[in-house]
T-cell receptor, first 113, second 116 residues
Framework: AQSVTQLDSHVSVSEGTPVLLRCNYSSSYSPSLFWYVQHPNKGLQLLLKYTSAATLVKGINGFEAEFKKSETSFHLTKPSAHMSDAAEYFC???????????FGPGTRLSVLP | EAGVAQSPRYKIIEKRQSVAFWCNPI?????LYWYQQILGQGPKLLIQ????????DSQLPKDRFSAERLKGVDSTLKIQPAKLEDSAVYLC??????????????FGEGSRLTVL
């Protein structure tokens, strides 16, 4: 069985400050891990993915995430928040790279001017 | 490249009525998924197709929900009869098999259902 925990339901940062969105996973298999972003009334968009290659993964819009097996974590970071980053972020785990996608509950990111 | 198309974008019905949602995946994507996203929650898988076969429908409430993908391309999700708790956004996603984007989900904008 697989599961995802996103430790914060809501994160608020000031524009220009770092962003940290936390994700912990549980999987009986070697997982593939993803971060998706959902802007209001828009479809989900892939930010980045980990598939057993480099543990530090770079994505779109300056986001990156680090896979830490010992901590079963896949936290999302960005050095400097922009107003356009305000959205809902979902951490996702899958098995066999395309099977059994399980979404976390999401973290809403607010960016203050 | 055209994205995943869904219709209708919005639907309001009364409980016990029926509703159908349509999805056209990205051309060439063999795998198609329907997810239910209730307000404030992450998407939950309802059904996964590989071509026109069902891979996983373990979380589909089969007494009221049905889905088909007859020719391995577009798909329809039906709810009959609807309940209040079916109010949600129904997301369709597709995924290629093979290539650089294997295993990635490409989502449509969703169909928002309100049951009164």
């Amino acid at each position: 069985a697989q599961s995802v925990t996103q430790l914060d339901s809501h994160v608020s940062v000031s524009e220009g400050t770092p962003v940290l969105l936390r994700c912990n996973y549980s999987s009986s298999y070697s997982p593939s891990l993803f971060w998706y972003v959902q802007h209001p009334n828009k479809g989900l968009q892939l930010l980045l993915k980990y598939t057993s290659a480099a543990t530090l993964v770079k994505g779109i819009n300056g986001f990156e995430a680090e896979f830490k097996k010992s901590e079963t974590s896949f936290h999302l970071t960005k050095p400097s928040a922009h107003m356009s980053d305000a959205a809902e972020y979902f951490c996702v785990v899958s098995r066999n790279y395309g099977q059994n996608f399980v979404f976390g509950p999401g973290t809403r990111l607010s960016v203050l001017p | 490249e055209a994205g995943v198309a869904q219709s209708p974008r919005y639907k309001i019905i009364e409980k016990r009525q029926s509703v159908a949602f349509w999805c056209n995946p990205i051309s060439g994507h063999a795998t198609l998924y329907w997810y239910q996203q209730i307000l404030g929650q992450g998407p939950k898988l309802l059904i996964q197709f590989q071509n026109n076969g069902v891979v996983d429908d373990s979380q589909l409430p089969k007494d009221r929900f049905s889905a088909e993908r007859l020719k391995g391309v577009d798909s329809t999700l039906k709810i009959q009869p609807a309940k209040l708790e079916d109010s949600a956004v129904y997301l369709c996603a597709s995924s290629p098999v093979g290539g650089d984007h294997t295993g990635e989900l490409f989502f449509g904008e969703g169909s928002r259902l309100t049951v009164l």
